[in-house]
């Protein structure tokens, strides 16, 4: 394992944040790319995605072969209350979640980051695919934060 990895997933908040900087309320609920998620369902997805990842992480590290479930992201976007959770409190929690994972994660063994667990959708994963899965997950959604901020700062620029 990578322990240098270990300190990009750690650094996830701050890129989060950064992401999202200057953002109005009523940005993060426009729908500026149809068809896809706004960007407060990403912030949340996000949120929600870290939670369920420090669980799984530490099921791998702890536990014998353990059984990691996925879930239907887009049915948790879709619950109430999702459009009004603060954007700072979501982000405040990913970067907790990420920095408390972190402590447990530099002081495993090599040996932890071979153990493995059985996702019932993408099979077999080890610890150290996990903490480069969901840097890689953060990547990916802040890819598209980019661009749906693009479009919301020509729509500023616009008016």
Same mark, same amino acid.
């Given at each position: 394992? *990578?322990? &240098?990895?270990? !300190?990009?997933?750690?650094?996830?908040?701050?890129?989060? =944040?950064?992401?999202?900087?200057?953002?109005?309320?009523? /940005?993060?609920?426009?729908?500026? @790319?149809?068809?896809? %998620?706004?960007?407060?369902?990403?912030?949340?997805?996000?949120?929600?995605? *870290?939670? @369920?990842?420090?669980? $799984?992480?530490?099921? @791998?590290?702890?536990?014998?072969?353990?059984?990691i479930i996925g879930y239907d992201e887009t049915a948790f976007n879709r619950l109430p209350?999702?459009? !009004?959770?603060?954007?700072?409190?979501?982000?405040?929690?990913?970067?907790?979640? $990420?920095?408390? &994972?972190?402590?447990?994660? =530099?002081?495993? &063994?090599? !040996? +932890?980051? /071979?153990? %493995?667990? @059985? +996702?019932?959708?993408?099979?077999?994963? &080890?610890?150290? !695919?996990?903490?480069?899965?969901?840097?890689? +997950?953060? *990547?990916?959604?802040?890819? %598209?934060?980019?661009?749906?901020? +693009?479009?919301?700062?020509?729509? $500023?620029?616009?008016?």
């Open positions: 394992m *990578d322990r &240098t990895r270990i !300190e990009v997933y750690a650094g996830g908040g701050a890129k989060f =944040r950064e992401a999202y900087a200057g953002l109005s309320q009523a /940005e993060l609920l426009a729908d500026v @790319i149809p068809g896809t %998620w706004t960007l407060q369902q990403i912030a949340v997805h996000l949120m929600d995605s *870290d939670l @369920i990842a420090s669980d $799984r992480m530490k099921r @791998i590290a702890a536990m014998d072969k353990p059984l209350g999702v459009n !009004e959770l603060a954007l700072d409190d979501v982000i405040q929690s990913f970067d907790q979640n $990420r920095q408390m &994972t972190a402590t447990i994660l =530099r002081r495993l &063994t090599d !040996e +932890h980051y /071979e153990r %493995w667990g @059985i +996702h019932n959708e993408a099979g077999k994963i &080890t610890l150290a !695919e996990m903490v480069d899965n969901y840097i890689q +997950h953060l *990547d990916y959604h802040l890819e %598209w934060v980019a661009k749906k901020v +693009h479009v919301v700062a020509s729509l $500023r620029d616009a008016n």
